[in-house]
């Protein structure tokens, strides 16, 4: 039961190392999920490029957001910048950290989908199959508009029967999957770089502020836990002081059927530590309310 507390308490101290975990989950569901996913491209003139760039799109737009769900700062980062200043004022540069470092993890998922669907290709050719100049293939040469159309929509299907041998199909396909290679190995390079001369230019910034808003996003964080937890166990001391409250104004009626009550100030000491005079609805209410409206400042002395 220690090491499981231990373990809890490690996850709850390094939401970063979590986070980075997650985000690396999301990635590697998002190739599974690509993987096994069944392409299949309608074929249609007016439907392929909506499949295709829907596939292609849509669910790198919902791995964004269960990015951004699963963090449990981002939660945090929109508390901070709603809550009244109170006595403690905001820093807009621990929002901004707070939010930079959230839209780079819920990103990574995403920009993995689209980068292995475009060296894929297939989304590519089903999108703009139809959109090819058909005067660069010699098979479209002596064909009428409409059925150049017909013809360019359907060659993402090579298991039909007008497509199936066709070399200008094959040559169309080679065409687009080249243009969706070569458009996500520039992606991809470009990431690299971004994240190469990111790495390498931060210490010619101003590191004092960095650490700075590193420290006081982290301390938002864990300051919003030790809240929750302590306002867990005031409940439970509440809630244990409201029943044995009830249990002695039923005194008489209680030893009428011969139950045996604590005596007074058994166990209580603990409990009016953490209560602090705190003896109904209404104190609580108001602590709560001040808590958020006029969140204490940061000091100590």
Not at 159 to 177: F, G
Not at 199 to 225: G, V
Not at 263 to 271: I, L, P, S, T, V
């Amino acid at each position: 039961m220690d090491r499981f507390r231990m373990i809890f308490q490690y996850f709850q101290s390094n939401s970063e190392s979590v986070m980075n975990g997650i985000c690396g989950l999301l990635a590697l569901a998002s190739v599974k999920m690509y993987s096994t996913f069944d392409f299949s491209c309608p074929c249609l003139p007016r439907y392929n490029m909506a499949y295709g760039l829907g596939i292609m799109f849509v669910p790198p737009i919902i791995l964004f957001l269960c990015g951004l769900i699963l963090n449990r700062q981002s939660l945090v980062m929109l508390e901070e910048w709603r809550r009244p200043p109170g006595c403690r004022k905001k820093d807009l540069a621990v929002i901004r950290y707070m939010c930079s470092s959230i839209m780079q993890r819920a990103m990574v998922a995403p920009v993995v989908w689209i980068v292995v669907t475009l060296l894929d290709g297939k989304c590519l050719i089903c999108a703009f199959s139809g959109s090819v100049d058909p005067k660069k293939f010699v098979g479209f040469a002596n064909v009428s508009t409409e059925q150049v159309q017909q013809l360019l929509a359907k060659v993402p299907c090579k298991d039909d029967e007008l497509m199936r041998n066709s070399t200008s199909r094959k040559a169309v396909s080679r065409y687009l999957r080249c243009w969706s290679q070569a458009l996500g190995w520039s992606i991809l390079l470009i990431l690299i770089i971004a994240a190469f001369l990111a790495r390498w230019l931060r210490p010619c910034f101003n590191q004092a502020t960095l650490l700075q808003a590193r420290h006081w996003s982290n301390y938002i964080d864990i300051e919003q836990k030790i809240f929750e937890e302590t306002c867990c166990e005031h409940s439970r001391l509440f809630a244990h002081k409201c029943i044995l409250h009830f249990f002695e104004s039923m005194r008489q009626e209680i030893k009428l059927h011969s139950f045996s009550l604590p005596r007074e100030g058994e166990g209580a000491e603990g409990e009016e530590d953490l209560l602090q005079g705190i003896t109904d609805q209404d104190q609580v209410n108001k602590l709560l309310k001040t808590w958020y409206y006029e969140k204490p400042p940061l000091d100590v002395s």
